[in-house]
């Protein structure tokens, strides 16, 4: 009977006694002189199994020479194991060669550096620790498009390709199919680019929430779940190139109501990776980031706290702490504010809202302070700022002030404002990057270790 | 108590006789003397609820003037509909505006061409037709995801930018930071791609196969599910230049096995969509595709018939029918020739294997008769090719020879190459374009229709 080692593992109890066929990999390989052990893996779940052969098979001496990394396929018995820590092993019947791999096999059983492994990142998911972190990679994708559904929000797929500009930022990829060699030009000399493959200028977006909102303005709830891109040259642990965003917009939301979703899904999302993902959470707990596992369920126990910036920037000043950053009115927070608030104030997430205008993107709805925008970033132990969202601004007269003040170009978004003039509503959204979702439920901190294969300036191999 | 549409709709027996507060928007407004019918619709489900309301109301004479397309917020009684095609209807005491509607506003409850409503892809989802589109296409996406992740598949997020270029295809979009209006030179006079953003030159991806071979021999079984590019300037229905593919790999899979799953994988799907958008698939049965239900019927019933390429041809000419395109052995199958085998001679789907190896790519497995490869595509009556898979070359010197005779640059693939070397095995893949599988389920014949906001040679827009 051919198995994954997962039905193996999660089944174990109807196997004793039974011959099965496994295929998968040696992960590591311990030669005695008439018996041998193998631990092997599939890579169906976290872990190896241990396989024990004897000198009895004719094909002994083959055996031992298999190296680490071979593909290989056994069968024997499942048997009760004399070891505590282990339910089970395979005594093998018969060993079979798949694949053999070269004496140069860079994952060798033995501690690799994370830097190393970047370099050969086709190959360090078959290590405990990329293993775990890409299948619960996986496990939280399969947690948010659960949430979502489940409550009646249609996924959107965002275009990739734009002709605008979100936030105004400069820093977008430009795609195009010209060739550069020989880039045609108009009469004054310009690059002319209708004759690029758009008949325009066109980048990869930065976001999907502008068409988020017109179709929030259709289906009442949606959410994207899809690659944006920043070509900013920051080499932090934070910043990729390439990443993906979850960006749920929602009609006839308000601020308050969109903080409810935003904790609801956070604390939706950690139950479910701490759920169908229990062992790979257990090693991050154990090897990673020990405490790992009390940090989630504080936020699964707690409620989060929801203070104005102005309220935040008086808690930072109150502190009587010596911040880099001096905390100031109508500025950011710094990452060291974060902290002071979540982890030693509050213990708990906090949702900053109402933050100063100048500071925040076009589409944030003004409050009647005229000072402030309806905007709100979640703040969590141990990140930072997980989430940021905001009510929209619906108001066409507003909008337009907003985006002329902000310089923010009206060419290309008439679609946009439009969506105020034809049953435009209160409505709300947030953003969450899934690799800083991933680096907190995980405790990997960097995100060159989240993304299979990162992208960041000078780096795009694989 | 504030519902979405889908709520009452689905359990409207529990608020017969209840007040309830529904917000969204107008899609038909008949008026009379002494009262009058709002189409009502907050976009949760296909279809409009039915709002009355009569001159009793303070505001009678105000509601009589809401537009079509505003957003509304509608107070009252749920009652049994008089009418026998309607279980229910709404005895509005309060309605209240919450957004106007331009008097301008392009959707109005009459039958628009697809063209037009192209023009207006950020309006159009409010239409019936699109509703049901984009529903399908968010609960389509969900069936995949759990078809693949109940069988303990990895989801994968294969990279968008690449250095390198999977098929050989030169069909690729350049992505750039570089200010084309100054574009850095060697002393050669060559652009200097070491001051791009990724330190050379790079495109966006036109396929995650490759990566997710490297992951696949790391966890047994993966899955992508994301965009991919083609610059191809090609205006036809089912060309796109950013669309979605699906793309599994599994290790310890033949081609036997493969056809297995993409038949399992391929009802899994249909059966999930016409559960869980009934509505929308006898939308599409009654208005867009009549006997559609009845076409999905036949593959989930039928088993696909399986044979290979030369058989396929041999079918073909002794059919005796007089194509267009003169079936011939060793070559590729025309759109005539895949209607010709599943709608007249087998009625079912058909896979189609072992194909001419000049014709296919690369990485597919070279079989005995060194004449053919272990691909095989699904065909699927009323669409053609659905999947395109194949068993991939897991032999080091074979994956090599075939390298060289197709041309296929190896310096960007050498990580590729090595994955024959540290422990490879046999393995097969599949991909889905999965706006083709959207107008297969749907009847939507256009891929531009089934795309939230296509992009197309020189279009861009939204």
Redesign the interface.
């Given at each position: 009977m051919e198995l994954?080692c997962?039905d193996l593992t999660k089944k174990t109890d109807e196997y004793f006694g039974k011959v099965v066929v496994l295929?998968?990999?040696?992960k590591n390989h311990r030669k005695q002189k008439e018996f041998g052990f193998i631990d092997f893996s599939?890579?169906?779940c976290l872990g190896n199994i241990q396989v024990i052969y004897e000198n009895d098979l004719v094909d002994f001496d083959e055996i031992q020479k298999y190296r680490i990394?071979?593909?290989i396929c056994v069968e024997g018995e499942v048997v009760k194991s004399p070891k505590a820590e282990q339910d089970f092993e395979i005594k093998a019947k018969k060993i079979e060669l798949?694949?053999?791999?070269?004496e140069d096999?860079?994952?060798q059983p033995k501690r690799h550096t994370r830097e190393f492994l970047r370099e050969?990142a086709?190959?360090r998911?078959?290590t405990n620790l990329?293993?775990a972190v890409?299948?619960v990679?996986?496990?939280a994708?399969?947690a948010i498009?659960t949430y979502f559904?489940e409550r009646?929000?249609?996924?959107?797929?965002?275009?990739?390709?734009?002709?605008?500009d979100c936030e105004g930022a400069g820093e977008m990829?430009?795609?195009?199919?010209?060739d550069?060699?020989h880039?045609p030009r108009n009469d004054e000399g310009?690059?002319n680019y209708h004759e690029d493959?758009?008949?325009?200028k066109?980048s990869?977006t930065v976001s999907g929430q502008l068409?988020g909102e017109?179709?929030a303005?259709?289906?009442?709830?949606i959410y994207t779940f899809?690659?944006t891109?920043r070509?900013e040259?920051s080499n932090t642990k934070t910043h990729a190139?390439?990443f993906?965003m979850i960006e749920p917009e929602i009609?006839?939301c308000d601020l308050e109501e969109l903080m409810n979703i935003e904790e609801d899904a956070l604390k939706f999302i950690i139950r479910y990776v701490m759920e169908h993902a229990k062992e790979e959470m257990k090693f991050f707990n154990q090897y990673v980031e020990p405490g790992l596992l009390d940090k989630l369920q504080v936020i699964l126990d707690k409620e989060a706290v929801r203070i104005t910036h102005e309220e935040a920037i008086d808690y930072l000043i109150k502190s009587g702490k010596d911040f880099e950053n001096k905390p100031l009115h109508g500025e950011d927070l710094a990452k060291e504010h974060e902290k002071y608030l979540t982890e030693e104030l509050f213990h708990a997430p906090v949702f900053v809202y109402n933050w100063p205008k100048d500071i925040k993107a076009f589409y944030m709805r003004v409050n009647d302070d005229l000072k402030t925008v309806a905007a709100v970033d979640l703040l969590v132990p141990g990140a930072g700022e997980l989430m940021g969202g905001s009510q929209r601004e619906?108001r066409l007269d507003v909008l337009l002030d907003r985006m002329k003040a902000m310089k923010v170009d009206e060419s290309e978004l008439s679609?946009?404002i439009?969506?105020?003039?034809?049953?435009?509503?209160?409505h709300s959204g947030f953003g969450m990057g899934f690799e800083r979702l991933l680096i907190y439920l995980t405790g990997v901190d960097n995100i060159r270790d989240v993304?299979?294969?990162p992208?960041t300036?000078?780096?795009?191999?694989?």
């Open positions: 994954d997962l295929k998968g990999w040696i599939d890579g169906t990394g071979s593909a798949l694949g053999d791999s070269l096999y860079p994952i050969v086709y190959l998911p078959r990329f293993q890409f299948r990679r996986s496990v994708a399969m498009h559904q009646g929000y249609v996924y959107l797929h965002a275009p990739l390709i734009t002709g605008s990829f430009q795609v195009t199919s010209l550069l060699d880039l310009e690059i493959f758009f008949g325009k066109t990869l068409q017109a179709f303005m259709a289906f009442k709830k899809g690659p891109f070509a040259v190139s390439e993906w009609a006839f619906e679609w946009y439009n969506l105020r003039k034809y049953g435009g509503c209160v993304i299979p294969f992208r300036p000078r780096n795009c191999e694989f």
